[in-house]
């Protein structure tokens, strides 16, 4: 061991006193008339081993702390090991909860905490409101305060003219998106200015993933042409791996088409969120009165006069609260909920460290006589506690390392940053201090309760029923618990419940027997007038004439979250009052048979014919009830009028349909749209590029008894025989895709049900140790019952009673908390209130079930006692 | 010589710290002088090992409850020398009704235990 200086110093002094220690010894003995020699040698006897005093004693300077730790360790191991049976379920216990805890703190930290992967990244902000590209011209040009950037994520891209036609997804970024994000290319360049005006933007830029899995890693793929959607695109550069924006499906970027030409493009249906990043100094607020003074600015430039208060509400917000978004409540609660089983876990390990405790009580009071000191008892059982919780860390560490694997399975895959979570050093340092502040608050109540020993009584007596403040302690931990216990169940019984309702909700459709497949050309191929129409028109006779096909149609989009255009329209004889902004129309896009495929019900008028669909039709729509009630309230509205601002003719109402759950199971419609058409699948059509057009990108919902597998080479073949460079994809039946609609409730429902369950069965193993443990501490008392002449039910009403009497005061108290405690998931609910009296009333009941349960094992034990045995018993 | 060996009592690390301060109490004294005066003092019984007695002036040193300072002695040899401080004082007091109750505790762990071992 190598000592600072001062204690080399320190050392000679030892060596010094030692020293004057030895030659007073010795000359003592000369006075005594021993010899020179003699009393040397006897002085030096007398005194021992000098190296070792030297090192116990230094072992006083200063490190003491370390030393008595190591022996406190030391001696919590051997513990351990002596009362295995109590460590095992002790540390299993402590596993299932931090390893809980672990797992979804990955992911809370990776999704909500851990900074964007940028330069900066706290200084990247997002428009809480979407804008068309016209708007974004406008900021990008005349904001005083912010560098903006406009990015449409998400938008498929056919890769055609090598084997065989692919299908890549890829983002429409503004020129200077990559520069102000701070991201440089790993090869060649990232956009630059200018490279997104019209004419010179046939450009893309690879992620890696595709430039590795497509391209080979091909050194030399930079000024390559590759033909995407029908436009030939020069490669200009690879972005690095870790480069993922806005998401992982990202694959290539190609700069965003900024033609003002355009109009309905460029003002009309191409909303799409704005970033941008702080200029150095400004704040958020500057920032957003910055907003607050382009938003004048921004109206005055669109092509057709709004409302004047439209965009009052936009805010600018940090960049990573506009990702994370909804996400956050439902981790939160989940956070909540694990924190929750922890402190059942805590209380449980509590529990037995107490019940051990009491047969320690003589330990305990034989070191406060041999000298320790208060304060070292009770460190010494902090010791063991966090000995054993740090145990319990490590192997909640290989627990949450797994159970992160499934997480990130059973979490739905479109979950912001899901791709970044990771069991990383912050999650150590997390799990770290997790064990030991869980070691320390386990811990801490039997250590007090040990450490109170009256050492006259304890050691005089060995005296056993001086425990009652123990007793006392951990029926209120058993109490604690089972409130604790119900909070968590009636959380995850809501949950459940509002999953159910989801799943059995309307969606103002019929999804059996329908498979759905999308059929994908190119917005180029649909450019030649007619051309997609007849496409179209050939696939569908196609698959209607395929084995077992009765019905088929096509859309722009599924309900519940598929793609659609939005057509801000104008409503005959609808004034826009005062406040609002223009209404936004939700387009679907469909074939004749689209709503009677899909069996939304037609509530008045007529459907739409194939005759609508010819150029030279009167341009007809169909509308939903509730866009119907909101325009043309107490009126027919067959035959009202309506059309896109940008545009002349009217369009003619001609039938009402039922609402359709296009959102998600919850909603018809985002917020921001105020109603839904739907227009003919024809050259009227408004397809988000051209001014009219139809769109290229078709689902075909088609009913069939037919599983999608063995439906899809058949679909594959029918596509391929009419355009060899269509891809087909997401081929599936219709319920598959309402499953994965509601696969965030679920999989939050799935998780906190889980966590409910192992919170359910640490509070019946709570109560049942607590019972078992009044048991044996009452044995003489029910002997003596016995022998006084009690039946044994007596004897089991007793004890079951004890049980329950202690499950009964937790119900309540759990009750309680769950009332108040469920207000804050009301947002994750469907249809059932957080205080849902049947949830409540059910769990209370099941708790006292599984409380009585608990407890009628013990009491069958004390039922069988025998009074002469018991009377011995101390 | 091996007499006294044998009535040896090994000392109970509290109750050193006891006769550490208590004999302090009389005036300032060296490592040596301590275990001199302590085994003096109780007629020959209380041998303190040097190992035990370092250890233990050094901690109620960092505890300060004494303080040492550096002196020379009669025969002009430098010595450390261990003093009471005021903190030690009252240490001294508590530690002393400690005692009492132990010893308290001791004895009457000694009487019922016969009792005991009838039951």
Redesign the interface.
């Known amino acids: 061991m190598r000592f600072p200086f001062w204690r080399s110093k320190r050392q000679k ?2 060596e ?3 020293e ?2 030895l ?3 010795k ?2 003995r000369l006075d005594h008339g021993e010899s020179e020699q003699q009393a040397a040698r006897s002085a030096r006897r007398e ?3 000098v190296a ?2 030297e090192h ?2 230094r ?4 490190w ?1 702390w370390i030393e008595e730790l190591m022996q406190d360790l030391r001696y919590a191991a051997r513990m351990m090991r002596r009362n295995l049976g109590v460590t095992l379920v002790a540390v299993v216990t402590l596993v299932s909860g931090i390893g809980a805890n672990t797992a979804i703190f990955s992911l809370v930290d990776g999704v909500l905490l851990r900074p964007l992967p940028f330069r900066d990244a706290n200084r990247l902000v997002a428009m809480n409101a979407d804008y068309p590209k016209g708007a974004f011209v406008v900021m990008r040009d005349q904001s005083r305060t912010m560098d903006v950037i406009a990015i449409r994520d998400g938008s498929a891209f056919n890769l055609t003219g090598r084997d065989l036609p692919v299908r890549l997804t890829g983002a429409e970024v503004s020129a200077s998106f990559f520069k102000i994000m701070g991201a440089q290319a790993a090869m060649g360049r990232t956009f630059q200015d200018g490279d997104d005006q019209p004419g010179k933007d046939d450009l893309v830029i690879l992620s890696h993933s595709l430039w590795e899995h497509r391209f080979g890693s091909d050194p030399n793929v930079l000024g390559r042409t590759l033909l995407l959607e029908g436009v030939s695109r020069t490669v200009v550069g690879v972005m690095p791996t870790d480069f993922r924006f806005l998401s992982p499906k990202t694959e290539l970027w190609v700069p965003l088409d900024l033609d003002p030409r355009q109009i309905g493009d460029y003002w009309g249906s191409s909303y799409m969120p704005i970033l941008a990043r702080l200029r150095p100094g400004i704040t958020i607020d500057q920032a957003q009165g910055d907003l607050a003074e382009l938003r004048p600015k921004i109206l005055a430039a669109f092509a057709w006069r709004m409302p004047d208060n439209s965009y009052i509400k936009s805010r600018v917000i940090p960049l990573q609260e506009a990702i994370v978004g909804d996400v956050r409540t439902n981790l939160l609660v989940l956070l909540g909920a694990v924190g929750l089983l922890l402190l059942i876990a805590c209380a449980n390990v509590a529990n037995l460290l107490l019940a051990r405790a009491t047969t320690r009580q003589k330990e305990m009071a034989l070191r406060a ?4 000191s208060r304060w070292r008892i009770v460190r010494q059982l902090i010791s063991e506690s966090v000995l054993l919780s740090v145990c319990g860390g490590a192997l909640g560490l290989v627990t949450a390392k797994y159970g992160l694997s499934i997480l990130k399975s059973v979490l739905p895959a479109d979950m912001p940053r899901l791709a970044d979570v990771s069991v990383d050093t912050r999650v150590l340092v997390f799990t770290g201090l997790l064990s030991v502040l869980t070691g320390i608050l386990f811990g801490l109540a039997p250590a007090v309760g040990a450490s109170k020993v009256d ?2 009584k304890s ?4 005296d056993r029923s001086g425990t009652s403040g123990n007793t006392a302690l951990s029926r209120l931990l058993v109490v604690g618990e089972v409130a604790v216990s119900v909070v968590l169940v009636i959380g995850a019984g809501l949950l459940v419940k509002s999953l159910w309702n989801l799943s059995n909700a309307n969606p103002g459709f019929h999804a059996e027997y329908i498979v759905t497949a999308r059929v994908t050309p190119n917005q180029s191929f649909c450019e030649m007038a007619g051309r997609c129409q007849t496409f179209y028109n050939d696939l569908l006779a196609g698959v209607r004439s395929l084995p077992e096909v009765k019905e088929a149609a096509g859309v722009n989009g599924l309900p519940l979250g598929g793609g659609f255009e939005v057509i801000p329209s104008d409503v005959e004889g609808f004034a826009i009052p005062a406040g609002a902004h223009v209404p936004m129309m939700m387009e679907r896009v469909v074939t004749a048979d689209y709503v009677r495929v899909m069996g939304i019900p037609l509530l008045k008028g007529r459907d739409l014919t194939e005759a609508d669909t010819a150029p030279n039709a009167e341009r007809v729509v169909l509308i939903s009830k509730s866009t119907a009630e909101r325009y043309w309230p107490g009126k027919d509205p067959i035959g009202q009028h309506l059309k896109p601002r940008w545009l002349d003719p009217w369009w003619t109402v001609v039938g009402v349909v039922g609402d359709v759950r296009e959102d998600s199971m919850t909603r018809n419609l985002e917020e921001w749209l105020d109603g839904e058409i739907y227009t003919p699948y024809g050259p009227h059509a408004i397809a988000g590029r051209g001014p009219e057009g139809p769109p290229a990108d078709l689902t075909l919902v088609v009913r069939t008894g037919r599983a999608p597998s063995q439906f899809a080479g058949d679909l594959q073949s029918v596509v391929s025989r009419l355009n060899g460079d269509v891809p087909v994809t997401q081929i599936e039946t219709l319920h598959g895709w309402i499953a994965d609609a509601i696969s965030g409730p679920r999989s939050t429902a799935s998780l906190f049900a889980v966590f409910a369950a192992l919170a359910l069965a640490l509070g019946a193993i709570g109560v049942y140790g607590v019972i078992s443990y009044s048991v044996a501490q009452r044995t003489r008392e029910i002997g003596i019952r016995i022998a006084m002449g009690a039946r044994r039910e007596e004897v089991l009403y007793l004890i079951v009673g004890q049980g329950a009497r202690l499950a009964l005061v937790g119900v309540a108290a759990g009750l309680l908390g769950a009332l108040a405690l469920t207000q804050l998931m009301s947002s994750l609910l469907y249809g059932v209130g957080a205080a849902d009296p049947a949830t409540y009333i059910g769990v209370a009941l099941l708790l006292v079930v599984v409380a009585i349960a608990a407890s009628y094992v013990p009491a069958r034990r004390a039922m069988r006692v025998d009074p002469v045995v018991a009377l011995r018993y101390e | 010589m091996a007499n006294r060996y044998q009535n040896r009592i090994e000392l ?4 050193l ?1 006891l006769l550490i301060l208590q004999t302090l109490r009389w005036g300032p004294q ?4 301590l275990s ?1 005066a302590i085994r003096l003092n109780s007629g020959d019984i209380l041998q303190v ?3 035990s007695l ?2 233990a ?3 109620l040193e ?1 505890q300060k409850w004494i303080a040492a300072d ?1 002196k020379l ?1 009669e ?1 002009k ?4 020398v261990y003093r009471l401080t005021a903190a030690g004082k009252k240490r001294l007091l508590s530690e002393r009704s400690r005692w009492a ?2 010893s ?3 004895a ?2 000694l009487e ?1 235990a016969k009792k ?1 071992s009838e039951a």
């Open positions: 002094q030892l010094q006193e030692i004057s220690h030659q007073m010894a000359r003592d005194f021992g081993n070792l005093v116990v004693t072992d006083q300077w200063g003491v006589a041999l000298g320790a050492l006259t050691l005089k007596t060995g | 109970l690390q509290g109750t710290d060296h490592g040596y002088g001199q090992d040097t190992g370092y250890p002036l050094h901690r960092r550096w002695s025969n040899q430098r010595v450390r109750q132990l308290d505790a001791i009457g762990v019922p005991e």
